[in-house]
Each structure stands twice: as structure tokens, then as C-alpha cells.
């Protein structure tokens, strides 16, 4: 009998070009996507080398990081202006497809690889950006890479990587009512750390994760990067396939039945044996906030916040210390008395159609507090045009949300959406770091029914306790 | 690249753990088109306060530490997002090495394809090489060839790298021509896939 394997053997050993003792594996990349940011040195790399894209139509740009979501016209920023302009000469010259900002096609990149069916089971797939590990929820191994990688994957279509470790995070049981996919990734990392994945690929496994939606899926793989990991993925299964079907770059018709029997066959054989393996019960996992500095600085919200004296070790003891200072917390009060500023509804983790669903069914009907600014930005031109389709957009504003155009925005604060010094921010986004949402600003990662509700109190409160109906 | 043999200098010490390239080089700075100049930017937010006056407490700031060349510091160095313009501020500003007991390994990447070179030492270690640096003017010597970390104290340490990624540096080689020796090979994968 053969052995049995990972889907992530089954991937690699796929796309191995050329193998040799003591060296690194060069793999061949399936898809390569392109941002603005990351992108500008590589192009100017290939110019002086006096090198070509090897395949372009294996590549894909768009702009998402630096793009306004208030008047698509409207950049104020020269130098971000530069940079979307030096996008577009890049891809006419080396003949890259783009959907520029005024393209019905244009998103954040790790939301619209997916919904364009770029992103299939089996794919190789790098970009320029570390939460490209979100692609892996079809159960393709998608990985972040830097500047000089992207340079040579456009000029090579190949890459340099040895072989990674195998890690399995099983989650057990099912999630509550109220309890989401975000919670279940937060409590992870809280659990195991930030740097727990590093030097492995997850695949994330369990009753818990198969029950996820694709949506949901997502919202884990995509946080794989911050437990340390540069890929997480899930085996494919039905709910892959039917997400996939009739999507515009996978086959159609009798060929999607064929590839989806393909794709399927990768999935992780039984007895397949990991590198590591760890394990959560999902059962006991409460929605979740971050108190502190980085992702893994969360507790359940029915909790208080941590102060450094509980800690043994001393530079851990430090580091809580630290990040108590910049968050502007006393330690050992309850999260939910916090009080907050601002509300950020969006980004790679949490913008997509299922997630401004569920943030809306909480707001419906209510007010966002006088004191504080709410904000959601959609995914995708795409998500965006759906919502409004199905009145969601109404909801928001009704309560006093901004409505937004598609891009990263506040996530990462690079374009005119920025908090304020001091100021505190419940955000669906990916990454609590300092200065992150804007210098001095104070991130709190949560869910989008959790900002949703934590706009409408003014603090933080347990979604399930809302007295408002929970989605399942 | 610029081959990296062997590096003395002097040693800058940052006593954190969980540096993430938000805190190497903070988003406002990565507009620019260019490899250069991010040097002015590294640790932004930790150097200058929101006047953007020089923080005289940082210790990064201090005229001990002008001219440093290697920079020590806590695990999980480099961690979020990828970030190539990290490895560029530090490496414009003037480090060629870095020393910490873990990194991040799209950093890591990314410093071996700039000609940084980033050693991994135990806890200990990195802890000792901080306490001295905190205490005087601390010089290190690096050598890659032999894989070794040592100070004129009786400081003598090796640290583990792989081989490819030590050949790279050593040699200072342009990768994207290293691996276009292998384009038959290349094409042959892409024909076999058809
Ligand atoms: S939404 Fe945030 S994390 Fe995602 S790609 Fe954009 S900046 Fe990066």
C-alpha cells in the first residue's frame, strides 16, 4: 500500500522543478499575485536585468493597499498616487493583467483571488504579502513572499524553498452559537502563541473546521502568519467544491466535475503522519478580544485583562508591561469596560459578503454610539456591489456606519484611514501592532460581530448577550 | 548583492522580543518606488516622537551607539508582515548582521537575499551579548566561513545556517541567474504539465 500522505506533501512533490542534496527544493508557482506595495522594486529589477515576466498569465495584479474608500478619484497622497500609477506602467510594459482601481474586478487581493476563482485546490501560490497564507482554505499552499522573491518569481515562475515542517492543528468538537471563525484563530494563537508555526505549514483539521463555511476557512488561514506559519491550509471537501463551482477562472461544466475529483484526491490521506501535531476543544472557546501589542495578547471577553506580576518569566513579564503602556490599560480590569473610538469593519480576515452579513444582522435596527466613529470597508469592488444589492449597505448607514469603498484601508492605515494617537479601534483586521491603525493608535482584534456590537455599546460586550439575535 | 565573509562592529543590543516589521519600518515609509533610503525610517515610531524629534531615551539614539554595524535582539525578530523594505532600512542604516534566537522566516529570507546576514544563538547567548553591549562599547566579530560569533573577551560561540543560504551570501550571488541555469529544466516541467 502506498505511504500515506499530507496534502502538503502531495502539493509539493507535484511542483518540484529540480531537486539536489543539501539544497533547497526549486518549486514551480501556479499563481503569483501583485499589489502595489511590494511590487514597484521587482518590476524595476526585471528592467535592469533586462528580463521579461516568464508567464504572465499566471500573474495577476491589483491595487488594494493604498487605494481611498472614500472617492475613488480622490487620492490625496502624490506618493501613494506614484505608486498606483507605477503599477499600471508595470503591468502594460511586461503585460501582467490588472484591475486598477476603476475596475469592477478590484479588491483587496486576498479576497479576490477567490471569488474570481484564481485561488483552486492544489495551486502553488505566492504574492508579495505575508497573509497570502489565506488562500489556503481551498487547500492550495499559498504562501508570503518578499520583494526579491517576487522578482524571481516573475522572472522564473519558480521558487527556492526547502521543505517545510508539517504541523496539524486539530480543533475538537463545535464551536458555540455566536462563537466564530475568527475566535476559533484568535484562542488558537492565544493558546499556542505567535510563534508557535514557524518553520511549518498547518493544515487545520477537526469537526470545528470542517464545519466552517469557505468564508470562514479563510479567516483562519489567512491568521496562519501570525502564529508564525507562512502557509495554513485545509483539505479540500464539498463545501470547497460547491464554494468553486461556476466561479470564472476554474473549469466549467464537465470539466469542473473532473477537477473537482482531482481535487478532492488531495486531500490528507488517513494516517498521514505530521511533524507536530497540537489540539484545541472548540467547545471552550469564548469570543475573543486582543488586550495587548500582538495577536497572541487575547483573552475570552468575559475576561479581565492580564497584569505583568501574574507572569514567572521576566521577559514576558516586560513585554506585558510594555504593552499595557502603549494600549493605555491599568492590567486586571475587565475587557468589557473598555471604552472605544472607533470601529473598523474589514480587511483580508473579515470583509468578505458573509462577514458584512453577520456584522449587520447585530447592528439592524440599531444605533451606533454617539462616541464613536464606525466604519465598513467591503472586501472587494464585488462584495461591496453585492451588499448594496441586498440592502446591507442601508443597514450600516442607518445605524451610522460610513459605507466605504473596497481596499485594506484601516488595516494597515495607509491611505487617509488612519485612528487617531491614543485612540482606541475594535477591528476585524489581522494585526494588533503598534502603530499598526496609525501611530499611537490601539487595535483591538475581534470579530465582525463583535465590532458590530462593540460599535453600538461603545465597549466591548459578549455578542451572545446582546439581546440581539445571534447568527448561527 | 554584496558578498558578506566576515563582519566586525559594533553591537547595538534591543532587549525586546516579537519585533515585527510594523516596528522596523512603520507603513508610511513604504510608498517609495525604490530600494533606497529607508535607512532614515528604521524603527520610525520607537526613534521619534509624533513632533518627529529625535527620542533622546531611545536607546538606538545614543552617540555609543554610532556606527553600529550588528544588531542584537530578542525572538521572533522580524515577525508580520513581509515586508521587504525591513531588511532595507536595516541594512541602509548600516547593520550587515543581525543576531536573535528566532526570527520570522520571511525575514530571514529576505535579509539573505539583501547580504544581511542573520545568525541564530541561543536565549543565552543573545542574552549575554546584550548585557555586554548595554554595559560598554561591545565588538563582535562574525564569521561566516566558519560559522562563528566571538568578541576579543573569550566569547566564542558557532551558529547553524543552511548551506545554500550560506553559499548565496558568501558569494554575494544575483539568485534569479543562479536558478536560470536550470531554465531547461523549467521548461521541461511546464511542458510535461500541458
Ligand atoms: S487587508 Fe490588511 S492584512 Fe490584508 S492585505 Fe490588506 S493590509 Fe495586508
Same mark, same amino acid.
Given at each position: 500500500?502506498?505511504?500515506?500522505?499530507?496534502?502538503?506533501?502531495?502539493?509539493?512533490?507535484?511542483?518540484?522543478?529540480?531537486?539536489?542534496?543539501?539544497?533547497?527544493? @526549486?518549486?514551480?508557482?501556479?499563481?503569483?499575485?501583485?499589489?502595489?506595495?511590494?511590487?514597484?522594486?521587482?518590476?524595476?529589477?526585471?528592467?535592469?536585468?533586462?528580463?521579461?515576466?516568464?508567464?504572465?498569465?499566471?500573474?495577476?495584479?491589483?491595487?488594494?493597499?493604498?487605494?481611498?474608500?472614500?472617492?475613488?478619484?480622490?487620492?490625496?497622497?502624490?506618493?501613494?498616487?506614484?505608486?498606483?500609477?507605477? @503599477?499600471?506602467?508595470?503591468? $502594460?510594459?511586461?503585460?501582467?493583467?490588472?484591475?486598477?482601481?476603476?475596475?469592477? $474586478?478590484? *479588491?483587496?487581493?486576498?479576497?479576490?483571488?477567490?471569488?474570481?476563482?484564481?485561488?483552486?485546490?492544489?495551486?502553488?501560490?505566492?504574492?508579495?504579502?505575508?497573509?497570502?497564507?489565506?488562500?489556503?482554505?481551498?487547500?492550495?499552499?499559498?504562501?508570503?513572499?518578499?520583494?526579491?522573491?517576487?522578482?524571481?518569481? @516573475?522572472?522564473?515562475?519558480?521558487?527556492?524553498? %526547502?521543505?517545510?515542517? /508539517?504541523?496539524?492543528?486539530?480543533?475538537?468538537?463545535?464551536?458555540?452559537?455566536?462563537?466564530?471563525?475568527?475566535?476559533?484563530?484568535?484562542?488558537?494563537?492565544?493558546?499556542?502563541?505567535?510563534?508557535?508555526? /514557524?518553520?511549518?505549514?498547518?493544515?487545520?483539521?477537526?469537526?470545528?473546521?470542517?464545519? @466552517?463555511?469557505?468564508?470562514?476557512?479563510?479567516?483562519?488561514?489567512?491568521?496562519?502568519?501570525?502564529?508564525?506559519?507562512?502557509?495554513?491550509?485545509?483539505?479540500?471537501?464539498?463545501?470547497?467544491?460547491?464554494?468553486?463551482?461556476?466561479?470564472?477562472?476554474?473549469?466549467? *461544466?464537465?470539466?469542473?466535475?473532473?477537477?473537482?475529483?482531482?481535487?478532492?484526491?488531495? %486531500?490528507?490521506?488517513?494516517? %498521514?503522519?505530521?511533524?507536530?501535531?497540537?489540539?484545541?476543544?472548540?467547545?471552550?472557546?469564548?469570543?475573543?478580544?486582543?488586550?495587548?501589542?500582538?495577536?497572541?495578547?487575547?483573552?475570552?471577553?468575559?475576561?479581565? +485583562?492580564?497584569?505583568?506580576?501574574?507572569?514567572?518569566?521576566?521577559?514576558?513579564?516586560?513585554?506585558?508591561?510594555?504593552?499595557?503602556?502603549?494600549?493605555?490599560?491599568?492590567?486586571?480590569?475587565?475587557?468589557?469596560? +473598555?471604552?472605544?473610538?472607533?470601529?473598523?469593519?474589514?480587511?483580508? /480576515?473579515?470583509?468578505?459578503?458573509?462577514?458584512?452579513?453577520?456584522?449587520?444582522? &447585530?447592528?439592524?435596527?440599531?444605533?451606533?454610539?454617539?462616541?464613536?466613529?464606525? &466604519?465598513?470597508?467591503?472586501? =472587494?469592488?464585488?462584495?461591496?456591489?453585492?451588499?448594496?444589492?441586498?440592502?446591507?449597505?442601508?443597514?450600516?448607514?442607518?445605524?451610522?456606519?460610513?459605507?466605504?469603498?473596497?481596499?485594506?484601508?484601516?488595516?494597515?492605515?495607509?491611505?487617509? $484611514?488612519?485612528?487617531?494617537?491614543?485612540?482606541?479601534?475594535?477591528?476585524? =483586521?489581522?494585526?494588533?501592532?503598534? *502603530?499598526?491603525?496609525?501611530? *499611537?493608535?490601539?487595535?483591538?482584534?475581534?470579530?465582525?460581530?463583535?465590532?458590530?456590537?462593540?460599535?453600538?455599546?461603545?465597549?466591548? +460586550?459578549?455578542?451572545?448577550?446582546?439581546?440581539?439575535? /445571534?447568527?448561527? | 548583492?554584496?558578498?558578506?565573509? !566576515?563582519?566586525?562592529?559594533?553591537?547595538?543590543?534591543?532587549?525586546?522580543?516579537?519585533?515585527?516589521?510594523?516596528?522596523?519600518?512603520? !507603513?508610511?515609509?513604504?510608498?517609495?518606488?525604490?530600494?533606497?533610503?529607508?535607512?532614515?525610517?528604521?524603527?520610525? #515610531?520607537?526613534?521619534?516622537?509624533?513632533?518627529?524629534?529625535?527620542?533622546?531615551?531611545?536607546?538606538?539614539?545614543?552617540?555609543?551607539?554610532?556606527?553600529?554595524?550588528?544588531?542584537?535582539?530578542?525572538?521572533?525578530?522580524?515577525?508580520?508582515?513581509?515586508?521587504?523594505?525591513?531588511?532595507?532600512?536595516?541594512?541602509?542604516?548600516?547593520?550587515?548582521?543581525?543576531?536573535?534566537?528566532?526570527?520570522?522566516?520571511?525575514?530571514?529570507? #529576505?535579509?539573505? !537575499?539583501?547580504?544581511?546576514?542573520?545568525?541564530?544563538?541561543?536565549?543565552?547567548?543573545?542574552?549575554?551579548?546584550?548585557?555586554?553591549?548595554?554595559?560598554?562599547?561591545?565588538?563582535?566579530?562574525?564569521?561566516?566561513?566558519? !560559522?562563528?560569533?566571538?568578541?576579543?573577551?573569550?566569547?566564542?560561540?558557532?551558529?547553524?545556517?543552511?548551506?545554500?543560504?550560506?553559499?548565496?551570501?558568501? #558569494?554575494?550571488?544575483?539568485?534569479?541567474?543562479?536558478?536560470?541555469?536550470?531554465?531547461?529544466?523549467?521548461?521541461?516541467?511546464?511542458?510535461?504539465?500541458?
Amino acid at each position: 500500500m502506498r505511504k500515506p500522505k499530507t496534502i502538503i506533501e502531495k502539493i509539493w512533490e507535484k511542483h518540484v522543478v529540480h531537486e539536489e542534496a543539501n539544497k533547497p527544493d @526549486l518549486l514551480y508557482i501556479d499563481l503569483h499575485l501583485i499589489h502595489e506595495v511590494t511590487s514597484p522594486q521587482a518590476f524595476e529589477g526585471l528592467r535592469m536585468n533586462n528580463r521579461k515576466v516568464r508567464r504572465p498569465e499566471l500573474t495577476y495584479a491589483t491595487m488594494d493597499h493604498n487605494v481611498p474608500t472614500i472617492h475613488r478619484n480622490v487620492i490625496k497622497d502624490e506618493v501613494s498616487k506614484t505608486q498606483m500609477e507605477t @503599477l499600471k506602467t508595470n503591468c $502594460d510594459e511586461f503585460g501582467v493583467p490588472l484591475a486598477d482601481i476603476h475596475h469592477p $474586478d478590484q *479588491g483587496i487581493v486576498h479576497v479576490i483571488g477567490p471569488e474570481l476563482g484564481l485561488t483552486q485546490p492544489g495551486k502553488t501560490i505566492v504574492c508579495g504579502d505575508s497573509h497570502t497564507s489565506t488562500h489556503g482554505a481551498f487547500g492550495a499552499l499559498a504562501f508570503g513572499i518578499g520583494t526579491s522573491e517576487v522578482e524571481h518569481v @516573475l522572472a522564473t515562475q519558480t521558487i527556492w524553498q %526547502a521543505k517545510p515542517k /508539517t504541523l496539524n492543528v486539530k480543533v475538537n468538537g463545535k464551536l458555540g452559537t455566536g462563537v466564530t471563525a475568527k475566535d476559533l484563530i484568535l484562542a488558537i494563537i492565544g493558546k499556542f502563541g505567535v510563534k508557535f508555526g /514557524t518553520g511549518y505549514v498547518i493544515e487545520y483539521t477537526g469537526e470545528a473546521v470542517r464545519d @466552517l463555511s469557505m468564508e470562514g476557512r479563510m479567516t483562519v488561514c489567512n491568521m496562519s502568519i501570525e502564529a508564525g506559519a507562512r502557509a495554513g491550509l485545509i483539505s479540500p471537501d464539498d463545501t470547497t467544491i460547491e464554494f468553486l463551482r461556476g466561479k470564472r477562472h476554474v473549469p466549467q *461544466g464537465e470539466a469542473f466535475d473532473k477537477a473537482a475529483e482531482e481535487w478532492k484526491a488531495l %486531500a490528507t490521506d488517513e494516517g %498521514a503522519v505530521y511533524d507536530e501535531v497540537v489540539e484545541i476543544n472548540a467547545d471552550e472557546i469564548e469570543p475573543q478580544v486582543t488586550w495587548g501589542t500582538n495577536p497572541g495578547m487575547c483573552i475570552p471577553v468575559s475576561a479581565n +485583562v492580564p497584569i505583568p506580576e501574574e507572569s514567572e518569566n521576566a521577559i514576558e513579564h516586560d513585554e506585558i508591561g510594555r504593552a499595557l503602556e502603549y494600549m493605555g490599560l491599568d492590567g486586571g480590569e475587565p475587557i468589557s469596560s +473598555v471604552n472605544i473610538e472607533h470601529v473598523f469593519i474589514g480587511s483580508c /480576515t473579515n470583509s468578505r459578503l458573509s462577514d458584512l452579513r453577520k456584522a449587520a444582522s &447585530i447592528v439592524k435596527g440599531n444605533k451606533v454610539n454617539p462616541n464613536v466613529k464606525a &466604519i465598513v470597508v467591503p472586501g =472587494s469592488f464585488s462584495v461591496k456591489a453585492q451588499a448594496e444589492e441586498e440592502g446591507i449597505d442601508q443597514i450600516f448607514k442607518d445605524a451610522g456606519f460610513e459605507w466605504r469603498e473596497a481596499g485594506c484601508s484601516m488595516c494597515l492605515a495607509m491611505n487617509d $484611514d488612519v485612528v487617531p494617537e491614543g485612540e482606541r479601534c475594535a477591528s476585524t =483586521s489581522n494585526r494588533n501592532f503598534e *502603530g499598526r491603525q496609525g501611530t *499611537g493608535a490601539r487595535t483591538h482584534l475581534v470579530s465582525p460581530e463583535m465590532a458590530a456590537a462593540a460599535a453600538i455599546k461603545g465597549h466591548f +460586550v459578549d455578542v451572545r448577550h446582546l439581546g440581539v439575535p /445571534t447568527p448561527s | 548583492m554584496e558578498p558578506i565573509r !566576515k563582519h566586525q562592529g559594533l553591537v547595538y543590543p534591543l532587549n525586546r522580543a516579537n519585533i515585527d516589521t510594523d516596528q522596523i519600518i512603520p !507603513k508610511q515609509f513604504l510608498k517609495r518606488i525604490s530600494r533606497q533610503g529607508f535607512g532614515q525610517f528604521v524603527f520610525y #515610531n520607537w526613534r521619534f516622537d509624533s513632533k518627529g524629534e529625535l527620542r533622546e531615551d531611545f536607546s538606538l539614539n545614543q552617540p555609543k551607539y554610532k556606527g553600529t554595524s550588528i544588531l542584537v535582539a530578542g525572538e521572533n525578530f522580524g515577525c508580520g508582515s513581509s515586508r521587504e523594505h525591513a531588511p532595507w532600512a536595516i541594512q541602509d542604516y548600516g547593520f550587515r548582521v543581525v543576531i536573535a534566537p528566532s526570527y520570522a522566516d520571511i525575514f530571514y529570507n #529576505n535579509c539573505t !537575499k539583501n547580504g544581511i546576514l542573520p545568525v541564530q544563538l541561543t536565549e543565552e547567548e543573545v542574552q549575554t551579548l546584550i548585557q555586554n553591549a548595554e554595559t560598554e562599547s561591545y565588538y563582535l566579530t562574525v564569521d561566516l566561513e566558519e !560559522k562563528k560569533v566571538y568578541d576579543n573577551q573569550g566569547f566564542e560561540t558557532s551558529f547553524e545556517i543552511d548551506d545554500y543560504k550560506r553559499e548565496m551570501l558568501l #558569494n554575494g550571488w544575483d539568485e534569479i541567474a543562479v536558478t536560470l541555469t536550470h531554465a531547461d529544466k523549467i521548461s521541461q516541467f511546464e511542458e510535461a504539465r500541458k
